[in-house]
């Protein structure tokens, strides 16, 4: 019951920046967790990037000192800040929450992707 809405995306050349953002609809789910996945052709899906509800953050060891992960509560919004970019970092970003609704249990809400394509 938890839409997710990714944005920002596009073709950005190695060395540049971008900024991805990640807007979850308003409800009355609690999400205590938000990450950032990516799939590039040909690889697996890897977590990017981590935002707990506590606000505790963790990057996968390939981004870590280039990528940021960060939120902003009042606008029910996460961002993936990423600079340095390289070849490497191609693929399609999926936000993804880990949420309830009241008490029910918790699930793994996905948005739609968005790409990122860094060329060299």
């Known amino acids: 019951q938890v839409q997710l809405v990714e944005s920002g995306g596009g073709w950005v050349q190695a060395g540049g920046s971008l900024r991805l953002s990640c807007v979850a609809s308003?409800?009355?789910?609690?999400?205590?967790?938000m990450k950032w996945y990516r799939q590039a052709p040909g690889k697996q899906r890897e977590l990017v990037a981590l935002?707990?509800?506590?606000?505790?953050?963790n990057v996968a060891d390939s981004v870590k000192g280039r990528f940021t992960i960060s939120r902003d509560n009042a606008k029910n919004t996460v961002y993936l800040q990423m600079s340095s970019l390289k070849s490497e970092d191609t693929g399609v970003y999926h936000c993804?929450?880990?949420?309830?609704?009241?008490?029910?249990?918790?699930?793994?809400?996905w948005g739609q992707g968005t790409q990122v394509t860094v060329s060299s």
């Open positions: 308003t409800s009355s789910a609690w999400i205590r967790a």
């Open positions: 935002i707990t509800s506590a606000g505790s953050t």
């Open positions: 993804n929450a880990e949420a309830r609704v009241g008490g029910g249990s918790f699930y793994e809400y």
